[in-house]
């Protein structure tokens, strides 16, 4: 029913950029939050950034000025421009949508992002 699927993904050096997008399927995305977390390993998942269905977005503050996330609506998309990677940002970046009338979180799969050198 509901899938949302990751895609852009990949390995990158310390420095460079990737552009992750989501697109969802199954789901009314008007009223709802659409954001994306990470999960590096040994660690636990944690918010990268959001944005509302009007356009406000919200940052982990160590984030703020390297990534930027930004949605369609009309195509039922979100996504997250990475910038300036550091080895640290290695994680599965996960798509998740928050629905306000179901009041439930829907969860993409995850795409591998990696950044060595």
């Known amino acids: 029913q509901v899938q949302l699927v990751e895609s852009g993904g990949g390995s990158v050096q310390p420095g460079g950029s990737l552009r992750l997008s989501c697109t969802a399927s199954?789901?009314?995305?008007?009223?709802?939050?659409m954001g994306w977390y990470r999960q590096a390993p040994g660690k636990q998942r944690e918010l990268v950034a959001t944005?509302?269905?009007?356009?406000?977005?919200y940052y982990e503050e160590s984030l703020r000025g390297r990534f930027t996330i930004s949605r369609d609506n009309s195509r039922k998309m979100v996504y997250l421009q990475m910038n300036s990677l550091k080895p640290e940002d290695t994680a599965v970046y996960y798509c998740?949508?928050?629905?306000?009338?179901?009041?439930?979180?829907?969860w993409g799969q995850g795409t591998q992002v990696t950044v060595s050198s």
């Open positions: 998740n949508i928050h629905s306000f009338s179901s009041s439930i979180n829907f």
């Open positions: 199954g789901i009314i995305v008007s009223s709802t939050t």
């Open positions: 944005v509302s269905d009007s356009g406000t977005t």
